[in-house]
Structure formats: structure tokens, C-alpha cells
């Protein structure tokens, strides 16, 4: 039996993250990934491009987990509109005192990152492919079950197994879930007029659709409708695709030309309330799922990591009870907050009744035109609330706090 500090289930992108967070600060770490590195079906690592807010680079930065090349893709910029309603918001990130509001970042190429990371870090030991089947606790320790026939023995078990977490249904843990009804199409697009540095974020009646700026002029595309539309865009013609997202965009690029490989994904709402047990809890989707339309689900995740990373600072025994039920209390609040918010976004912009489109053409208007509320989104959209994990903070702060 193998002895380590902590054991994290799912070598994924909260997990990985996590390991190396917690390896260079001393503890002994092994992760099981069900997934073979070298495969293509990655679930984690693949196309996606993700929003990544400036609070999440500092995380990532300060565990070395970002190389200058992973932000070449920076949001100076962010325009949000509305067809066929009133309200246009743009925010830019000068006007609140910053260069950017965080990074594009395609999640294969983080996902390099990181498995380079697993395997060559002395404090982690990893198991892959295969699979957590089982534990169980006893005072001092949690016993780890896994495919194989290995066993491990920890001091704590991190669920970070994504949305069907089998951590968080062996334990029991109460989780809320609703399925939307929906998928996401990603792709990317050429752009013959792609101007730098923004993102724009398009409420449709059939869903909203983001466009965010990657390498070599062209976008990254994330289009959401309901499944059986999805399932029949999927299956378009390029030039029925290009056209389609053309009349949704309402704005003129200079020609949308050359679209790369569709992936989609179901959308579901996942918040487990209490994401703790007795010498295990859950970060990520495994903890709290999110629909994309505001970009949430691993900036959430990067704090929830930020957390236990301060709550297990200096601690001989990762998995005490009380250090993780003060992570739990503090990190309540933002899960709630950001899972609502998100949730509130989602329904209000497609819900068909007039006066929810009322509604949410008032409130593009409103933050376009009340400065407090602008304040209030682009602090949202850089990430940084309270309270703000140590690795979050921007250098210059920790700098400061060192010398204090
Ligand atoms: C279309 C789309 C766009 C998005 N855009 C953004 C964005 O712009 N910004 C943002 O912050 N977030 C975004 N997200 C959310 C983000 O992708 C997720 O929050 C993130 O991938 C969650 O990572 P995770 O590691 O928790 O879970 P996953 O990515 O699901 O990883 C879980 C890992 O666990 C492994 N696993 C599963 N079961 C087991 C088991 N029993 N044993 C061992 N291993 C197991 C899997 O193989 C996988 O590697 C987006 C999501 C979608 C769908």
C-alpha cells in the first residue's frame, strides 16, 4: 500500500492544478486519472477556450503553472449585446485600472501543461489510466480502492472527478441538479476583421453565443441552443454553419471562412451545497457546475483551489476536520453567489416571455449607463472576490505582505 499525504481523484483540470499546488508546498500527492495522457479523448484537455479572469492567471502564475505563451491570447475588451432588444454593454478593462480582464487560454494547451507537470514533479505519483473504486475512513486516515487492485492510504481524498464524480456519490453527498436542456457547440473560425483583445458575449433568442480571440486571426466560438438544435448544427455544411452565425452575430467581421472541428456539450447546473465529508472534499465540477455563459466553472474552481491551498498551509495533517470545515464556511458564499449568478443568466436572456426580455434589455442598459454597476461587472469578470486566496493576489500585494 502506497502512503502519501493527499489523494486526488481525477487528474483533470481542477485536479492537476490542485497536485501541483500542493506538491510545491511540501505534500506528498498521488492522483488517479481515468484517462490515458496520450489519448484523444482527454475529457478535460481539449478545444475549448476558456475565459480565464486575471484573479485565476495570478493562481495559475504562482503555482508555475503558466508560461508566457498560454496569454497570448489577453481580454482587454468585453462587448455584450442583445439581438433584437435594446441594451449594448462594453467594458473595457483600462477604464477599471487594469491591462486586461484575464486570458484567453485553449484548454489543450494548459492541459500540456499540467500532464508535463504530473509526471515530472517528485512529490506526485500518478496513476493512469485508472479509476478510484472505492475507500474508506478510519481516524487517522482514508483508504483508496482503485481498478487496478492498487491501494492507497492518505490523510486526505480530494473528489476532483468532474460532474459524475464517483467521490461525491460514494460519499453520499447531497448535490442539486438541473439539466438545461441544452448544449454548447464549440468551433473556431478565420476572421478576416478580428480585433484584438476582445470578447464578445451575444444574447440570441435561441441562446447565447461568445466569441473569443485566439491565436493567428481567428475566434473561438461557443454557440448554445437547445439539444435537437445542436445535434442538427452539428451536422451542417460549413457554409450553412458560417452563414447561420453570421445572421446571429449582427456584426460584421469581414468574413467568417474556414471553421475547425465541432465538439458540443451538455449544459447541467450542478451545486453540492456541503462538498465535505470526513477526510474528503470536492473541487471543480465535481463540487459545482456551472452553465458557460459567463465563463465560471474553472475560474470558480481555481479559487475553491486557492482556498484549501491557504486552509492547508503549515498543516502536518491535510485531512483535519476542522481546517476543511473552515475552507467549507469560507468558500460557501462565492460557490452560491457564482452558481445563482450564472444560473440567473442562463434562463433570463432565452426566456421567451416579453417581459423577461424586458428585463434583461433594462439591465444591459443599466450597466451601460450606471458607472457603480460596470464597477460591479468587471470586478465580477476579473475574479477577484473576497476573501481573495493568497495565491489570487496580485504580486505586487504579495509582495507587500511578505515584507510586512
Ligand atoms: C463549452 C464550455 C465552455 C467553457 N468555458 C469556460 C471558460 O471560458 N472559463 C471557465 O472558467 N470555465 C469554462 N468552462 C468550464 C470548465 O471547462 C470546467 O469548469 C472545467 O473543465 C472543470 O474541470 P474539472 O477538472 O473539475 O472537471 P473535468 O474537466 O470534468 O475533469 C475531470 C477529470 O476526472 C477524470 N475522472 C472522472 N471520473 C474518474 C474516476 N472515477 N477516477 C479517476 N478519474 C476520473 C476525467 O477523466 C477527467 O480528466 C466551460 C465549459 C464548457 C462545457
Known amino acids: 500500500m502506497s502512503d502519501c499525504d493527499v489523494v486526488i481523484s481525477g487528474g483533470g483540470l481542477a485536479g492537476a492544478t490542485l497536485a501541483v ?13 481515468a484517462t490515458a495522457r496520450e489519448a484523444e479523448s482527454q475529457p478535460s484537455y481539449d478545444d475549448r477556450t476558456l475565459v480565464i479572469n ?12 503558466l508560461p508566457a505563451e498560454l496569454t497570448r491570447m ?13 441594451g449594448h454593454l462594453c467594458l473595457e478593462a483600462a477604464n477599471h485600472g487594469r491591462e486586461h480582464f484575464g486570458a484567453v487560454i485553449v484548454a489543450r494547451e494548459l492541459g500540456q501543461v499540467l500532464s ?7 512529490l506526485i505519483e500518478l496513476h493512469c489510466p485508472d479509476r478510484l473504486t472505492g475507500f474508506h475512513t478510519d481516524t487517522n486516515s482514508i ?22 464524480s464517483t467521490v461525491r456519490q460514494l460519499a453520499a453527498l447531497a448535490c442539486q441538479r438541473h439539466d438545461y436542456g441544452e448544449s454548447a457547440m464549440i468551433f473556431n473560425i478565420q476572421a478576416r476583421f478580428a480585433p484584438q483583445a476582445t470578447a464578445w458575449e451575444r444574447f440570441t433568442p435561441q441562446g447565447p453565443l461568445a466569441l473569443l480571440p485566439q491565436s493567428g486571426g481567428r475566434l473561438g466560438v461557443v454557440w448554445i441552443d437547445r439539444h435537437d438544435a445542436i445535434d442538427q448544427a452539428m451536422q451542417w455544411p460549413d457554409r450553412q454553419l458560417l452563414d447561420t452565425l453570421a445572421s446571429r452575430l449582427g456584426q460584421d467581421f469581414g468574413g467568417l471562412a474556414r471553421p475547425g472541428r465541432r465538439a458540443r ?4 447546473r450542478q451545486r453540492t451545497p456541503w462538498p465535505l465529508a470526513r477526510r474528503l472534499v470536492l473541487v471543480g ?8 455563459v459567463s465563463a465560471q466553472g474553472f475560474n470558480l474552481g481555481l479559487r475553491d483551489i486557492g482556498g484549501l491551498v491557504d486552509a492547508l498551509e503549515g498543516l502536518d495533517d491535510p485531512g483535519q476536520p476542522s481546517a476543511l470545515a473552515h475552507y467549507a464556511r469560507l468558500r460557501q458564499a462565492d460557490q452560491e453567489s457564482t452558481v445563482r449568478y450564472t444560473d440567473t443568466l442562463a434562463r433570463s436572456f432565452t426566456n421567451p416571455s416579453r417581459l423577461a426580455g424586458l428585463a434583461a434589455g433594462l439591465g444591459l442598459a443599466a450597466h451601460a449607463g450606471w458607472p457603480a454597476l460596470s464597477a460591479r461587472l468587471a470586478q465580477a469578470a476579473m475574479g477577484f472576490r473576497e476573501p481573495v486566496c493568497s495565491l489570487a493576489r496580485d504580486p505586487a500585494q504579495h509582495s507587500r505582505q511578505v515584507a510586512a
Open 265 to 268: 456539450y451538455p449544459l447541467v
Open 21 to 33: 499546488a500542493l506538491a510545491e508546498r511540501g505534500k506528498r500527492v498521488a492522483v488517479i486519472e
Open 74 to 86: 489577453p481580454i482587454a475588451r468585453i462587448e455584450i449585446s442583445r439581438a433584437g432588444g435594446f
Open 54 to 65: 486575471a484573479a485565476s492567471l495570478n493562481i495559475l502564475r504562482a503555482i508555475g503553472l
Open 116 to 122: 508535463s507537470a504530473l509526471e515530472n514533479h517528485p
Open 143 to 164: 483508504h483508496v480502492e482503485l481498478a487496478s487492485g492498487t491501494r492507497l492510504q492518505a490523510r486526505l481524498l480530494v473528489g476532483a472527478d468532474g460532474n459524475a
Open 285 to 292: 465540477n465535481a463540487a459545482n457546475a456551472v452553465h458557460p
